[in-house]
């Protein structure tokens, strides 16, 4: 099995920045993809980001666009999602996610492998 290892959550201001970090091992990734879902209490977990390895094509759901960059570290086997401009709503439980198979991109059943979660707070 792969293993996603998230760091980087915390607590930040908002228009403050943060970047999280999600390591994957087991298993090097040559193709499918690599992103981040956030989920807040009650609701649904919502697609963030993606970035998929055989191209490097790069997916965000439209409310971070220009707020966000999702990138990524072949050789370590890393993804970043480098976050900027943060707003009280993008607080949320972030996780990273990992398929190496095509999918629906934005939908959470489809990804194989799963990080802890890390929790990014944005204060008013």
């Known amino acids: 099995q792969v293993q996603l290892v998230e760091s980087g959550g915390g607590l930040v201001q908002a228009g403050g920045s943060l970047r999280l970090s999600c390591a994957a091992s087991g298993r090097t990734f040559s193709s499918g993809f690599m992103g981040w879902f956030r989920q807040v209490p009650r609701k649904e977990r919502e697609f963030v980001a993606a970035i998929r390895w055989s191209d490097g094509t790069i997916y965000y759901v439209d409310s971070v666009k220009g707020r966000f960059a999702i990138s990524r570290d072949n050789a370590k086997n890393t993804v970043y999602l480098q976050m900027s401009s943060l707003k009280p709503e993008d607080t949320a439980v972030y996780y990273c996610?990992?398929?190496?198979?095509?999918?629906?991109?934005?939908?959470?059943?489809?990804?194989?492998?799963w990080g802890q979660g890390t929790q990014v707070t944005v204060s008013s």
């Open positions: 996610a990992a398929a190496n198979r095509g999918l629906r991109l934005g939908v959470a059943q489809d990804y194989d492998y």
